[in-house]
Every structure is written in structure tokens, then in C-alpha cells.
Nanobody, 124 residues
Framework: VQLQASGGGFVQAGDSLRLSCAPS????????VGWVRQAPGKERELVAA????????YYADSVEGRFTISRDNGENTVFLQMDSLKDSDTAVYSC??????????????????WGSGTLVTVSS
């Protein structure tokens, strides 16, 4: 499985940005796709995830109400709409994918595949 993320950039606090992730390869067993971010000096954080079939979503408390994850199954793409960005959202954002298996898809360690990241910089 390959994961290609795009859409990062430099924005001002309060602005919006949309990230895209296009999984490819052997994705027939996909259960959930998510976004993980890592800021300098901080631990990685699973900020949002979505079940590939069914559309259930998960959000970290830090982004609840500001970020929206969605998927377009026809285009095999997952989006992360980020609104009301804060400087604390500055991080490298990576797309992750987990196959169907036991465990919680709300946990970062559950995910099997990780893509390269895209940098989001928010200036206050």
C-alpha cells in the first residue's frame, strides 16, 4: 500500500487548508484511514480517522470542531479539511492506513501503513 499526501502549506492563524491522501496498491482490506501529525519536540498524534466503509469518524480533542475528515470512495481519496487553524497546528501531517483486524482504529499504533508527510505551517 502506498499513501500520497498533499495540500500542506504556509497559512495565517484563522485560515483554512485542505489535505488530500490517495491510497494505492492493495487496499481491498482497508478498514480505516487517518491523519497523524508530529510537531517539533512533540509526540505524534492521531488527529482524525475515518472508517473506509461506513464513514464513522474519530477526532482528537485538540481538533474537534475545527477539522473534518471525509472520503471519496469513488476517487479513493481521503480529505482533511482544517479550519480555524492555530499556530499549535503547525506540524508534519502524514496519512496512515489500517487493514481490517482486531484493535482500536482510534489508536495510532493500530495503523499498518504510513505515507510521507506534508508540512503545515501556521503563523500567528
Amino acid at each position: 500500500v502506498q499513501l500520497q499526501a498533499s495540500g500542506g502549506g504556509f497559512v495565517q492563524a484563522g485560515d483554512s487548508l485542505r489535505l488530500s491522501c490517495a491510497p494505492s496498491g492493495r487496499t481491498s482490506n482497508t478498514y480505516a484511514v487517518g491523519w497523524v501529525r508530529q510537531a517539533p519536540g512533540k509526540e505524534r498524534e492521531l488527529v482524525a480517522a475515518i472508517r473506509w466503509h461506513g464513514g464513522n469518524t474519530y477526532y482528537a480533542d485538540s481538533v474537534e470542531g475545527r477539522f473534518t475528515i471525509s472520503r471519496d470512495n469513488g476517487e479513493n481519496t481521503v480529505f482533511l479539511q482544517m479550519d480555524s487553524l492555530k499556530d499549535s497546528d503547525t506540524a508534519v501531517y502524514s496519512c496512515v492506513l489500517g487493514d481490517r483486524k482486531p484493535g482500536s482504529w482510534h489508536r495510532i499504533e493500530w495503523y499498518d501503513y504510513w505515507g510521507s508527510g506534508t508540512l503545515v505551517t501556521v503563523s500567528s
